[in-house]
């Protein structure tokens, strides 16, 4: 048998700080595992159980963010590592397009001639050529995405490290990642991959061990069944689990009475307010409806949200709310005021809404309502992201006729994801239209009574069709 | 000046930023302003709405000086020493300016290639041109969205509080990224960064033309002081 890349004896870190308290508390129980050449290995567990952690501790970066220290051993190769993070931007270490592709080469060490040849071979891969002088921030999140990945392809690592990296993408994302996973794999067969993800189920069978997090520790399993998905294939057989799809109860048409409409919209670009290059957007939101958008990464979907709630500024068209006409933003107090009693908005990053203070100090909503009971007496800079996406939902005015979520699922286990489920059809149900910017294919064919396609060209209806209830998987 | 060595515009940029700190005559001042215009003029990347800004931003400030002169003039202050103090934001900004239109990624690499900063330093520099625009826009969102919220922009502390933790996670989400995708002084570098005697020639031309600026307004008006011992 192969000697071991990674390889834990009655291993687990712990802050340091704790020790300084005088007892050690390590993040799980003590661990012993082995992972060899050739596994591909996938952590699951519940949101805040500490699986990025766990990346991290294997990787070799913890201490790079706090103090550690750790129980046992941990011992790894010094083989080539690559690590890919739920934000693929959370990669870019430059500022140009090129510069990140020709960074980590550098850091190995190559001959600026090799370096530019094996930059050239990933752009075209990923097709990124005409992108090279771009800068990373101006790219869009599918572009951004895809030179993450070229610049990970280029660096040619044998142990591949994933966090979470299917969470931000749309379907055609995913396809790109798969690919590039798969096109890694078959070139390292001896290579070693461990991922982090709540959705074993979009990995499709590509992982041939996997660690639960149970009892406070992680406990190795073997099968999707495990995982509580209705499968009993192994996983390397597996594929998306074989649960019977739920059909969609009602045709995808809204009914009731308009609260807010688009009229000949048309979208400004971030910074200088150019035109974005799209069909005008005609829309009506309605009472007691859940509208769904999906699309691509990049299209303009939080732009468009940030339109709708006056946020942002609209290059043409207008946004009707009742007797309010937007295009821009309100100037005075007075007319943020008669606006803020008619729309709410959860933003993508929701630590912008948070203030001084403690979680239970964020009026609205009691948040014990959204699973946050444990850590009212935390700082919500604390939390972790899903449970921060939670709490920024508390706050929203529950009285609001218009609720705009900007991608509430993202960051939440199966749990949680329920819980949300059940917030935004308690709020459709009490007469609230509520808008949603979601990217998860089934997430969206179950909640939407009216669901949207918008591919930055165009916002067009989208026929609704079965879906698959991950959520529902380890009930 | 695309293909100057970064080191050479940062030499004459922090030369010129810290002779106009401590000389107090308005001519040689404005003569050392009007050198940085020349060359933020001819700087085919930052012209002509960089100048606009550098001598906008300057006069503006320059007049708040002069106002702050006039209303609270120092005891014994005379009149020519106050035209320094307002002419003297021009310049510092014409030459700021001037040097941020030097390649932000190759000036970087000049702090660890030529000035033997730490790579850390050198990436933190980067992560910081990449990062500052994104809090601006982080901070109007965030504004607009306490407003519809409340009605109010929000207290200051609340507003800071969600900026400084972004900004505190962007530096430590750099400094994983720099980790994970293995930064070592052992690295290479892709493209060269030699200095030239272009780059001899160019410090010396505006440093030579800073000088003889400076000696010829000291012959126009014998008698006035370049230097008078404070700062």
Known sequence: ??????????????????????????????????????????????????????????????????????????????????????????RFCTVKAEDELAFGLENRGLPPAEIDRLVAEAAHRFGLETLLDRQVNRLSGGEQQRLALAALWAEDPEILF???AMSQLDAAGRCILLAAYDHWSYAHPEGLAVAVDHRADLWEGRFTRVLRWRDGSWVERNKLGDLGLKTTAPIRDGGRPSAPPAPHPKPNRASGTVVASCERLVLARPGGGSRWNHEPIDLKLRAGNIHVITGPNGAGKSMLLKTIAGLAAAHSGEVRHGPITLRKPPRTKKEWKALGARVSMALQNPELQFGAGLVKDHDADPPENLGLREHLGKSPFELSLGQQRRLSLSMLGADRPLLLLDEPFYGQDRGNTRILIDYIRERAANGTAVVLVCHDEDLSHALADELFHWDGMRLSRKERKPFYPWWEADR | MKNLHPAALTIVSLLFIIAATVVHDPLVIGGWSLIASALLLGCRFAAPRAWLIATGSGILMGIGLGVNHGLFPAPGA????????????????????????????????????????????????????????????????????????????????????PLLVSALRSGAQSALALEARGLSPARTWRRPMKWKAQDTFYVALCLGAGAAWAFAAFKLRSGIRLWDGAF
């Open chain 1, 1 to 90: 048998m192969a000697a071991p890349l990674i390889e834990a004896r009655a291993w687990a870190p712990y802050p340091s700080r704790a020790e300084a308290g005088g007892g050690k508390n390590p993040l799980w129980t003590p661990l012993d595992f082995a992972f060899r050449p050739g596994d591909r290995v996938l952590l699951d567990g519940p949101s805040g159980c500490g699986k990025s952690t766990f990346l991290l501790a294997l990787a070799g970066l913890l201490s790079v963010q706090r103090a550690w220290s750790e129980t046992g051993e941990l011992r790894r190769t010094d083989r080539r590592r690559g690590y890919l993070f739920q934000n693929p931007a959370d």
């Open chain 2, 78 to 161: 005379d009149p020519y020493r106050a035209w320094a103090h307002v002419l003297r934001p021009i310049v510092l900004i014409h030459w700021s300016l001037f040097l941020s239109s030097a390649d932000p990624v190759l000036w970087a690499e000049s702090l660890h290639r030529f000035w033997r900063l730490p790579l850390s330093w050198t990436y933190g520099a980067q992560a910081s041109f990449r990062f500052l625009p994104l809090l601006a826009e982080d901070k109007a969102l965030a504004d607009n969205w306490r407003r519809l919220r409340s009605g109010r922009k929000g207290t200051i502390v609340s507003n800071l509080i």
């Open chain 1, 162 to 164: 994933i966090d979470e």
